[in-house]
């Protein structure tokens, strides 16, 4: 599989598919790449579709990892593969990097696809749980965790109805490290507030939210597009937190549509 050494010194696995506009997928906590194949599966005929590895996930090595740190990282990806603009998309956390990109370097992007994710930072009690998740993983690992996750990021239709779906979920889970997943749920507790930037944002920006997320749900999906000026807003039917995955279908009908107006 291929791996991009930067200049700085971290190498980003990632994988490409396609031609014409390139349009960046930026993965969930804690799955890495692997999470967009339904997508490059299908999306390869609209665009030119790179799908990358966070740090510690995935075939990306480990290293210091914040939101904000994550989206340099990006920057740099970009440039050493020589995309001067991209329609960045990013899903729950993928979300968070996404939108660090668009404060850091809006020069970067030619479109913003925004999928189950928000703007604002945890809570006191949200922050609580993330300290948990983390005495969880340090003591059992990945798919340990991930198990008390799946009632939350996915669907009851999909838990009940999509076994493959369940289990390609856990298999992605399973294999990142602990120390990796770890790192990460500090970036995610210690995130920057993304508020402030959302009326700066000027391209072309798709929002989509699973019908029954749990996680980050409609109304704060309704809080992206109703502050990023011109943004559309779409639900995808049938799907939890983890949309791209639960109904690939809809979601890819949805980039697809957004690809050909940017």
Not at 11 to 38: K, N, V
Not at 94 to 122: C, F, N, Q, S
Not at 215 to 237: D, E, F, Y
Request: proline share 7%.
């Amino acid at each position: 599989m291929p791996l991009c050494t930067l200049p700085s010194g971290p190498t980003i696995g990632y994988d490409e598919a396609g031609d014409g506009t390139p349009l960046l997928l930026l993965h969930a906590f804690p799955l890495d790449r692997g999470m967009w194949q339904p997508q490059l599966a299908t999306l390869a005929a609209a665009a030119r579709l790179v799908a990358v590895d966070m740090p510690g996930f995935g075939e990306s090595p480990a290293a210091p990892f914040t939101i904000e740190g994550a989206a340099e990282l990006v920057a740099e990806f970009l440039a050493a593969r020589d995309i001067p603009k991209a329609v960045v998309c990013g899903l729950s956390m993928g979300g968070y990097v996404a939108l660090a990109l668009a404060r850091k370097r809006p020069d970067l992007l030619r479109g913003l696809i925004l999928a189950d994710t928000r703007a604002g930072i945890d809570d006191s009690a949200a922050r609580a749980n993330r300290d948990k998740s983390i005495a969880l993983a340090t003591e059992k690992g990945s798919a340990a965790l991930f198990e008390t996750m799946l009632p939350k990021v996915v669907s009851a239709s999909t838990l009940a109805d999509r076994p493959g779906v369940v289990e390609r979920l856990r298999t992605l889970a399973a294999r990142q490290p602990a120390a990796s997943v770890v790192a990460a749920l500090v970036a995610l507790r210690d995130r920057p507030d993304a508020n402030d930037g959302l009326k700066s944002i000027t391209v072309p920006t798709l929002v989509l939210v699973g019908e029954h997320d749990a996680v980050t749900p409609a109304l704060s999906a309704a809080n992206l597009a109703g502050q990023i000026r011109g943004s559309k807003l779409v639900h995808i039917p049938g799907a939890g937190h983890l949309s791209s995955a639960e109904n690939a279908e809809a979601f890819n009908a949805a980039v697809r549509s957004f690809l050909a107006a940017c």
